[in-house]
T-cell receptor
């Protein structure tokens, strides 16, 4: 069964460093998303992406964040200058024609020191 | 931001028992989804609900989308140890694109 994949599974970085989290959505899906989950808390929406542009973003998704679909398969989240409070699990999700039905990847655990 | 109130926060039950959890909101939702999350993994979609009043089953799981579009419940019948995990409801608001708003989760523990 097709699934969303994410790399790396874990990343440790120093505060102020740039990180890029990578995702390969399900191949025929059209909508792509990033969510995050701080340890012990609920999943929070960051951004949605459709037709090569951001369709919606939350207050969390400030100027330090950017997304890109550099080719036909990858979808990336970049954090330009990480802060301690960026430490969280970051989940990529994708959906097809039924845009509301989103399938999540296994996540990247980001730890900012 | 919009809030989904999910209850209970945690449940500790005996294997074989039935389980019920629910979510409520002050806002109307287009779509309601139920996910299960195991430790260190991503949410796995269990059931998707698209119409008010809709009742949908997936094996031992049954979920309903409330008539008012402001609530949903998830039932698990005859629980087994592998049902352990955190269950999240998630809703898509009217006129809010495809953004999902998640509930706080229900942590389910099953005693063999």
């Amino acid at each position: 069964e097709p699934e969303v994949t994410q790399t790396p599974s874990h990343q440790v970085t120093q505060m102020g460093q740039e990180v890029i989290l990578r995702c390969v959505p399900i191949s025929n899906h059209l909508y792509f998303y990033w969510y995050r989950q701080i340890l012990g808390q609920k999943v929070e929406f960051l951004v949605s992406f459709y037709n090569n542009e951001i369709s919606e973003k939350s207050e969390i998704f400030d100027d330090q964040f950017s997304v890109e679909r550099p080719d036909g398969s990858n979808f990336t989240l970049k954090i330009r200058s990480t802060k301690l409070e960026d430490s969280a699990m970051y989940f990529c999700a994708s959906s097809g024609e039924l845009a509301e039905t989103q399938y999540f990847g296994p996540g990247t655990r980001l730890l900012v020191l | 931001g919009q809030q989904l109130n999910q209850s209970p926060q945690s449940m500790f039950i005996q294997e074989g028992e039935d389980v019920s959890m629910n979510c409520t909101s002050s806002s109307i939702f287009n779509t309601w989804l139920w996910y299960k999350q195991d430790p260190g993994e991503g949410p796995v979609l269990l059931i998707a609900l698209y119409k008010a009043g809709e009742l949908t089953s997936n094996g031992r799981l049954t979920a309903q989308f409330g008539i008012t579009r402001k609530d949903s419940f998830l039932n698990i019948s005859a629980s087994i140890p592998s049902d352990v995990g955190i269950y999240f409801c998630a809703g898509q608001l009217v006129n809010a694109g495809n953004m999902l708003t998640f509930g706080g989760g229900t942590r389910l523990m099953v005693k063999p």
